[in-house]
């Protein structure tokens, strides 16, 4: 399991820092109790200290105050700049990988629920595992020139508190663990259910998913609140050890200064002024703690999330080649070929070259290895041996990214965002005609259809249009962004002959243009469009 120190190691010595702050606000209260002690003791004695001392108090009231803001400030800022990190380091490490390691409602579930645990362990766990090394030794310390058995009580008392967090620790991480797993569970129901609502109604389904869903849910509360009873539970137990020791002081103290006990301090009776410090010592002392297991859940919760962070940093990584970056075209006439190549998968890509204004249809059984050839040919899968050049380069990292800026890639399963139509076929914002790229891409019917037409907003399931429509708008917007070659996964899968033919004419008109164009299809019609035919191998059992 990954540390989560090693989440939180670039904040280290800032957190010392702010550890430090605190622990100085901290020990400053020996001086407030040593002026509230000697106060007391000036009324019963007629002392004339007693302004002096309350001025003592106040202004280092005032400082500790200073002191813990100033530390509470800082540290939450670093808290969230851990979380902050974190999130982009995830979701940088999941925007190049092409295989999907998480769903994205699991990526949703860490990135807004669990990651911001993180927070807590830092803001409030870190802190206090840093004070109570330092604080009650302090504290100790300073009761031992006292009296030697308060300090002997605290001793005895104060290991008790990390010793019973440390024995719940296993069942608390468990528990928190469990809970994690249950929330990216009920993410992954709830984006499941909304994408499928259509067809729930549809089907009369509605019932049955909410009495699953309620299920899901009730087990998520179950879970929570079982890290909420090891939660109350370790702080109800510590509070019974720090009254029990606070107690203990206050007993010997009050029985000291009736002169019951004369054993324990130094030479001369406890005075008053002794033992109002030290029952004023004794709480404080017990605070680390105190803040310790309070925030011992913060501590599960945080190893929970970092577990499952490491599982995702030893699951196999397929890295898209470069970055994703704008940067300009590769520069010269379109120029494709491959040879001997092969992906990580055990996938062989035939060996072929295609030039300018070239069409070519990739064809196999399923399985085979269409799409994956052209993810290949896109760049966004990388090859365990064998080449692919591209216009007299090898396609590799580093122009991986503009050789893309020449081309436009149609999945089978089209993704349109939640923006408006204008701006998914205009993603530059250029303001130019879409009229041309429309209408080649027999698309104008479709946007005068809208109720908004350009302005309308189709969503991220493309709502308001159909399979067929969205690769036809697809389409469009490769003919307007000027690609030179156009990578098609089934553009006709699924599709009726009209809407078919619609599809296959408008490729047809990308190459009359100029355009390369690459599909991969079992459509024998869009085949039959090609210039040629390149077959790829059975895939052996």
């Known amino acids: 399991m990954r540390d989560v120190l090693t989440l939180t190691k670039p904040q280290a010595d800032r957190l010392r820092i702010c550890a430090f702050l605190r622990i100085c606000a901290d020990l400053l209260w020996v001086v407030q109790a040593y002026a509230v002690a000697a106060v007391i003791a000036g009324w019963l004695e007629d002392d004339d200290h007693g302004i002096a001392l309350v001025i003592l108090f106040a202004a280092t009231g005032v400082l500790r105050a ?196 004369t054993f324990g301090i130094w030479g001369a009776p406890l005075s008053i002024s002794q033992g109002v410090f030290l029952l004023l010592l004794a709480p404080d002392f017990f605070q680390p703690l105190r803040d310790l297991a309070a925030a011992w859940h913060d501590k599960a919760g945080a190893e929970a999330v970092a577990e499952e962070l490491a599982g995702l940093d030893v699951a196999p990584v397929l890295p898209i080649l470069g970055r ?115 209408r080649i891409a027999h698309a104008s019917d479709i946007v005068a259809a809208l109720p908004h037409g350009l302005d309308t907003r189709l969503g991220e399931l493309g709502a308001g249009v159909s399979g067929g429509e969205a690769r036809r708008l697809l389409l469009a917007r490769a003919f307007f962004s000027g690609a030179d070659v156009i990578l098609a996964d089934e553009p006709t899968a699924d599709l009726d002959a009209v809407t078919a033919g619609l599809i296959i004419d408008a490729l047809r008109r990308a190459q009359d243009s100029g355009k390369t164009v690459i599909v991969a299809s079992h459509d024998p019609l869009l085949i039959d469009a090609m210039d040629r035919t390149v077959g790829l191998p059975e895939v052996q059992a």
């Open 324 to 438: 994703g970056a704008k940067v300009a075209p590769l520069f010269g006439p379109i120029s494709i070929s491959v040879n001997q190549a092969e992906t990580f998968a055990g996938i062989n890509l035939p060996d072929f070259s295609i030039g300018p204004g070239e069409s070519v249809a990739l064809t196999g059984t399923s399985g085979s290895g269409k799409s994956t050839s052209l993810t290949a040919l896109a760049g966004l899968l990388p090859l365990s041996c064998g080449r692919i050049t591209v216009m007299g380069q090898i396609l590799n990292a580093e122009n991986a990214d503009a050789w893309r800026a020449r081309l436009t890639l149609m999945p089978q399963h089209i993704h349109i965002p939640d923006t408006t139509l204008s701006e998914f076929l205009d993603p530059h914002g250029t303001k130019a005609d879409l009229g041309p790229a429309l």
């Open 66 to 261: 200073l002191l813990s803001y100033g530390a509470g400030r800082l540290v939450f800022d670093l808290g969230q700049q851990v979380v902050q990190h974190t999130r982009r380091k995830l979701l940088d490490a999941q925007t190049v990988r092409l295989d999907a390691a998480l769903s994205s409602a699991e990526v949703a579930a860490l990135v807004c629920d669990k990651i911001p645990l993180l927070a807590p362990y830092f803001t409030r766990f870190r802190l206090a595992m840093i004070r109570v090394r330092v604080v009650p030794v302090a504290f100790v310390l300073i009761a031992l020139t006292q009296s030697w058995a308060v300090a002997i009580v605290l001793l005895v008392t104060g290991p008790l508190i990390p010793v019973f967090m440390a024995l719940i620790g296993l069942a608390a991480r468990d528990a928190s663990a469990r809970q994690m797993v249950e929330i990216g569970a009920v993410n992954r129901l709830l984006v499941d259910r909304i994408a499928a609502l259509p067809d729930i109604l549809l089907l009369g389904g509605f019932d049955r998913s909410r009495a699953l869903f309620v299920t899901r849910v009730d087990a998520l509360r179950e879970k929570t609140m079982a890290v909420l009873r090891i939660a109350f539970l370790s702080s109800t137990v510590l509070e019974l050890f720090s009254a029990i020791g606070v107690a203990m002081v206050a007993l010997y103290v009050g029985f000291s200064l009736l002169g019951e006990i």
